[in-house]
């Protein structure tokens, strides 16, 4: 039987006894999925990718730590989402944008996408994404847990330290800003 039609728990195991062939079969499965989780926070494909591998690292490092093979996928992705928030909120202290500029920026956006029709389900998706990316950052990133990763409200909190209360009107309060930067936009 080959690598590539064992199942995860079998390659896991296989990681655990430092097999270097199970675990770039485990690499090749998830990389694509954890590098999309990182871009989506840090928003810079270097960064992204530097998250990655630290987290494959970080994983196959302390897979004794893993009490249950079957959760692999989700408890990388948790390495994943840790890292990148903690190496967005690093980055990010020394980087001073004027509100101004960000403004400016979606005006831009948001003209470029009246400027075609909008019709098209991926147009939309496209501009809401662009949009999601121009709020607050606490906002974002509780959006992006929420809607795309699926992460519910008390995973969200211990992820971002925010209590389960704080956490439900975090992502109402993002809901509502996105809301009202799409209205102009498209009519929701």
Request: hydrophobic share 35%; no cysteine.
């Given at each position: 039987m080959t690598l590539t039609t064992k199942n995860i728990e079998e390659l896991v195991e296989l990681c655990r006894a430092r097999n270097q062939f199970a675990q770039l079969e485990v690499y090749n499965r998830y990389y694509k999925a954890m590098y999309n989780v990182a871009f989506r926070i840090v928003k810079d494909s270097f960064e992204a990718e530097d998250v990655m591998q630290d987290a494959f690292l970080t994983a196959f490092s302390k897979l004794d730590s893993l009490k249950d093979t079957v959760t692999f996928g989700?408890?990388?992705?948790?390495?994943?989402?840790?890292?990148?928030?903690?190496?967005?909120?690093?980055?990010?202290?020394?980087?001073?944008?004027?509100?101004?500029?960000?403004?400016?920026?979606?005006?831009?956006?948001?003209?470029?996408?009246?400027?075609?029709?909008?019709s098209s389900s991926s147009d939309?998706?496209?501009?809401?994404?662009?949009?999601?990316?121009?709020?607050?950052?606490?906002?974002?990133?509780?959006?992006?847990?929420?809607?795309?990763e699926g992460y519910d409200y008390e995973e969200i909190g211990d992820i971002m330290n925010l209590s389960y209360a704080n956490c439900r009107t975090t992502i109402s309060r993002a809901k509502e800003?996105?809301?009202?930067?799409?209205?102009?936009?498209?009519?929701?």
């Open positions: 989700s408890w990388l992705k948790r390495i994943v989402i840790n890292n990148s928030i903690y190496r967005f909120n690093k980055n990010s202290k020394y980087q001073n944008v004027p509100f101004e500029h960000v403004m400016h920026k979606v005006e831009d956006d948001v003209h470029q996408g009246l400027d075609s029709d909008t939309k998706a496209k501009l809401v994404l662009n949009t999601l990316n121009q709020l607050k950052d606490n906002y974002r990133i509780a959006l992006t847990l929420h809607l795309i800003s996105l809301r009202k930067k799409l209205k102009p936009i498209v009519n929701y």
